[in-house]
C-alpha cells in the first residue's frame, strides 16, 4: 500500500540536519506539509522540501525551554490548522567523559534537550492530537536507550528516559486514537558523528566496528521507519522502542 500524508501536516525538531532533515523531506515527499524546528535560523530544509513542491515553515525554538515548545506548537497550528505528526528529534550528544568526569553543566543541559525536551513537545503536542481524536509521535532516542555506552553518561542517561517516557505516554494515548512510538537509531552518517569521530579515520573505524554490518546507517534509513511508524501500516503498533540499526543491539 503506497503510504501518503496528503493533507496532513507533520512537526520535525531538529530538522536542520541529518535525521531530522532526512525526515522532514520524507514527510515531504509523501505530502505532507512540513513545520522544521530548530534552535538555530536556518531555511536550507524548508527550501529544500519548497524545490519539491511541497509546503513547510520553519520555527526557532529551543526545545528545553517551555515557552519555546508552546509558542512552537501554537504556530503550527495557526498556520496549518492541525497536527498529525510529530517526529521529537531534537538532541545533542554532550560532553565526552567518564561518568566520574561528568559535569553537572553537562549533564544538566544534555538531560535538559535531550529528555525534557522530549516531554515538552509531547505535553504540548497531545492536546492538540486529542482534540482532533488522532495523531502519532515518534520520539528520537537511541541504540544508547537500550544498552550501555560508556563515556556518554548523562546522554545514555537520558535516551533510556526517552524510551521509559513513550511507553508512559502510549499507555496514556492508547483509548484517545495517539500512538506514540520511539525510533533508537544506531550509527548514523550525522553531524553527530562527526562530532564524535572528529572526523579521525581511526575515531570512524572504530564506531563502524560497533556495527556488525560494517557501515554507518544513513538518515535516510531511519526517516524510512519514522515514516512507517507514522503510516496506517503501523496502526496497531504504540509504546515500542524500534533499534534501527546495524546490528548493533543484537551484538
Known sequence: MEISFKNKVALVTGG??????????AFAKKGAKVVVVDWIENNETVNLIKELGSEAIFIKCDVSKMSDVKMMVEKAIIE????????????????QANTWDCTEENWDKTINVDLKGIWLC???????????GKG????????AGLIGFAGLPAYVASKHG?????????????????????????????PMIDRLTHKEKENIEQFKDLEPVGRFGLPEEIANAVIWMCSDEASYVTGHAMAVDGGFVAK
Do not use: H
Open 16 to 25: 536542520s540536519s541529518g535525521i531530522g532533515r532526512a525526515t522532514a523531506i
Open 80 to 95: 496549518f490548522g492541525r497536527l498529525d505528526y510529530a517526529f521529537n528529534n531534537a538532541g545533542i550528544e554532550g560532553i
Open 122 to 132: 509531547m505535553k504540548y503536542e497531545i492536546p492538540e492530537m486529542i482534540k482532533q
Open 136 to 143: 502519532v509521535i515518534v520520539n528520537c532516542a537511541s541504540v
Open 162 to 190: 526517552v524510551v521509559g517516557l513513550t511507553k508512559t505516554a502510549a499507555l496514556e494515548c492508547a483509548k484517545l486514537g495517539i500512538r506514540v512510538n520511539a525510533v533508537c537509531p544506531g550509527v548514523i552518517q550525522t
